[in-house]
């Protein structure tokens, strides 16, 4: 791995770019949570009265924040890293230069985090304006921090099904196999519980499960003892997931 | 003079093709060096490998000293690239896309701005310092692309085909601007389809073909030994080519027949249009031995496929 300082570099370069865009992008990633808020939050939340003392918002937001983080690095790591590679040549001009291809892609997989933070934050504002507010002051910060965190998991995880796309249709592979179903499947919209035993074991396979665990309690304050295990997951998963997608990328590209 | 890259045995292999093969050569500190061939010779691969993009498959290659290797940020840091497809930032505008690419190098943002400045005036683009690139002409775009390649100060400066698909002026202004680079003291390695090019730039040429150099040297030269001084192009149809090969190959020191023509080579050619004229031939053209000659002769006049 020749990684160095220069992953800021081509995060700084996206940064550049995404000022033309920002507004669009805004509107893009708030609406399909939005839409999960209002349809599965109000109007269901009305029949499902109260989740462990507190109403179905209480429940619902702290995994529709962290699936639209999930969805943002995504979905900027399959297309948009796949334009600039595919379309714009803009990782060919990167490694002629000092910034390895290992930087390149560190950096494509950063910015991800960073757009899913951004529609995470978008989220948890929308959140507390309908008055559904996070226990406390170092809740909101720590969500901050996890929202990265499981931002840097599936940029790198989509990073890897970059690595092999011949083309845009390849994604939906992906996304309709693979993302769709984690998030109906990693109770973001009921708990688990009621699952039969298979389907539970199911769950724990999928990183979105953990990832929606660890908001919840971060956004309530309740935390049990099964965390640290979700943490676990999720980081060991990071770990191998940021390095393949590396690896992959980087024998896409050097040929 | 002294070697600045050179190549022992080079080559590249995409599994079981060989796109480079076993080629070596040197080219000098300070000289315009061009690599020639048609579309698939090995000339984009050779100087991918220079520029530390590509990995050696086998043999040696060391630029500068050190060996050419993908991890190699030394050299990438002293080579300018301008690359043979357009690959701009077309998010960012003219400005934008010099000043992200002077990060990538490390060039401390006071410094970057006064030398985007100068390049912007360099390549004739200041106007359109703040355009989107999809608002640039095709020679725009090739002028930006060798202001980005110079933001570096390098020593080295690989242009890939750096006209494909100009107009003549742009390309004139390009090759100003690559002739005047060369006065600094950079080391110029260019490839090129079009001779024309290869002969206003080149201090030295090979000629690569399926991977291989089939002849090194200096234009000029290369000319007079492959082809001669001039040439006569007749065109006619190929049954009399028994008797014109009869009344004038004595005057050439070559000839050769491709679809409906008949070329003759020669160093002098006095004798040879004496004789003509005196033969009444129509469809006749006469002119000066070329660089593309050379080429033709040795890549084979057929289309490369």
Not at chain 1, 39 to 52: N, R
Request: aromatic share 10%.
């Amino acid at each position: 791995m020749n990684l160095s300082y220069r992953i800021y570099h081509v995060f700084f370069r996206n940064l550049i770019s995404y000022k033309r865009f920002v507004l669009t992008t805004f509107l893009v990633s708030l609406i399909q949570p939005l839409f999960y808020l209002i349809t599965f939050g109000i109007g269901m939340g009305a029949y499902m009265g109260y989740f462990g003392g507190k109403p179905y918002l209480y429940f619902l937001v702290p995994g529709v924040l962290i699936s639209s983080v999930m969805m943002s690095a995504t979905f900027e790591c399959l297309y948009g890293t796949f334009v600039k590679m595919i379309h714009e040549h803009l990782y060919d001009s990167l490694i002629a230069t000092p910034v390895s291809a290992e930087d390149a892609v560190a950096g494509d997989i950063a910015w991800g985090a960073f757009r899913g933070l951004v529609s995470g934050t978008l989220m948890m504002i929308v959140a507390i304006v309908m008055g559904i507010l996070p226990v406390s002051v170092l809740s909101v910060l720590l969500l901050l921090a996890v929202m990265v965190f499981v931002g840097i998991l599936f940029g790198s995880l989509a990073m890897i099904v970059t690595a092999f796309a011949p083309n845009f249709d390849f994604f939906n592979y992906y996304t309709e196999l693979v993302i769709t179903p984690m998030l109906f499947f990693s109770g973001v919209f009921f708990p688990l519980d009621n699952f039969p035993a298979w389907m539970k074991t199911f769950a724990q396979f999928m990183p979105l499960t953990h990832a929606v665990a660890i908001s919840r309690a971060v956004f309530s304050g309740v935390y049990t003892s099964g965390l640290a295990l979700n943490f676990l997951v999720i980081l060991v998963l990071e770990v191998i997931a940021f390095y393949a997608g590396v690896k992959l990328m980087k024998r896409r590209l050097i040929k | 003079m002294k070697t600045i890259i050179s190549a022992k045995d080079l080559s590249k292999k995409y599994g079981a093709f060989t796109a480079v093969d076993t080629i070596s050569f040197e080219i000098q500190e300070g000289e315009c060096f061009g690599f020639l061939g048609p579309n698939g010779a090995g000339k984009t691969t050779t100087v991918k490998m220079i520029h530390c993009v590509s990995p050696v498959s086998s043999g040696t290659l060391s630029v500068n000293g050190m060996a050419a290797h993908i991890d190699n940020r030394v050299l990438k840091k002293m080579t300018g690239v301008i690359p043979q497809e357009i690959t701009l930032d077309i998010d960012l505008t003219v400005r934008e896309n010099l000043m992200v690419f002077s990060r990538f190098f490390d060039i401390p943002r006071r410094e970057a701005k006064s030398r985007i400045a100068e390049l912007l005036k360099f390549v004739e683009l200041e106007a359109k310092r703040d355009s989107k690139i999809d608002q640039l002409s095709t020679g725009m775009k090739r002028r930006l692309l060798i202001a980005r390649a110079l933001l570096n100060n390098p020593t080295i400066i690989i242009a890939d085909e750096p006209t494909t698909g100009l107009d003549p002026q742009a390309r004139h202004l390009i090759w100003q601007r690559l002739r005047q680079l060369k006065a600094q003291g950079v080391t110029l390695i260019l490839t090129t389809q079009y001779m024309e090019e290869a002969q206003q730039l080149c201090d030295r040429v090979v000629v690569m073909y399926q991977g291989k150099i089939l002849k090194a040297g200096v234009p000029s030269k290369l000319i007079e030994d492959e082809i001669g001084k001039e040439v006569m192009e007749i065109r006619s149809s190929k049954d009399g080519d028994s008797k014109l090969i009869e009344d004038l190959a004595g005057f050439a020191c070559g000839h050769e027949r491709v679809g409906d023509t008949l070329y003759f080579y020669c160093r002098d050619g006095h004798d040879l249009r004496k004789k003509v004229i005196e033969l009444d031939l129509p469809n006749t053209v006469y002119r000066p031995a070329t660089l593309e000659d050379v080429f033709l002769k040795l890549t084979g006049r057929s289309l490369i496929e």
